[in-house]
């Protein structure tokens, strides 16, 4: 079974399937790389992260828990290389990990990932209605992202070069378009676009539109 996925958003997507399926419940961490290998060895050993899920179907028959680890590696900084990690544990059954690990509920008490927490979202009706599970930008991440793409904006309106905003917006859209991150990307370029059109007269907006915005997984740079 697989634990440490090849991207953040990779992680992130495995995350949102499993809290859907029924493990709601979580501890988190970080870890150096070479000490990953040990942590996983661990969980294996006391908390059977790596059974099949026929053999996760016969625990929960038997009233027991399961439980999953999904972790990813993180840019490097002055710690060297690290992977952060998240253990999901089943809401049902009773188990090891239950009595010795302290654990959240995603429902009630927000799994972060760095600059990303998920939430359980209410879809607009005009999208199909319903609700999912999906990462969005952290409110302070949020407002720090749409406060500097409005200056980006205004800047460029005013002398007419929009390269650093073209450049910011892309690096924007690089993030993991998780449905929640893209509704609020769209928020951020349509308020960046009004401060564009009072700064720049008539000149068309110069960056990718709200209602263009590229589905998980799908950006590439482009010319606009």
């Not at 953040?8 to 070479?34: H, K, W």
């Not at 793409?149 to 905003?165: F, H, S, V, W, Y």
Request: include cysteine.
């Amino acid at each position: 079974m697989r634990h440490l996925y090849p991207s953040q958003a990779e992680a992130q997507r495995a995350i949102l399937r499993s809290i859907g399926r029924g493990y709601p419940l979580y501890t988190t961490g970080v870890v150096r790389e070479d000490k990953w290998d040990r942590l996983v060895a661990k969980f294996r050993r006391l908390y059977e992260v790596d059974i099949s899920p026929a053999a996760r179907q016969h625990r929960k028959r038997r009233g027991r828990c399961a439980a999953l680890l999904i972790g990813a590696g993180l840019p490097p900084d002055d710690r060297g290389e690290m992977i952060r990690w998240v253990l999901l544990v089943t809401e049902a059954g009773t188990g090891r990990v239950k009595d010795e690990e302290t654990l959240c509920d995603a429902r009630s008490e927000r799994l972060t990932w760095g600059d990303y927490v998920c939430m359980y979202l209410t879809r607009p009706r005009q999208h199909g209605g319903g609700a999912r599970w999906t990462w969005c930008l952290t409110p302070q991440a949020e407002r720090d992202c749409a406060n500097y793409l409005a200056e980006l904006a205004q800047a460029a309106g005013r002398n007419g070069d929009p390269k650093r905003l073209r450049a910011y917006v892309d690096t924007l859209l690089r993030r993991p378009m998780h449905s929640g991150v893209r509704t609020q990307a769209a928020k951020m370029l349509r308020r960046a676009r009004k401060v564009w059109a009072k700064h720049s007269g008539a000149v068309p907006w110069p960056c990718h539109t709200p209602e263009d915005l590229p589905c998980f997984g799908r950006f590439r740079t482009t010319d606009v």
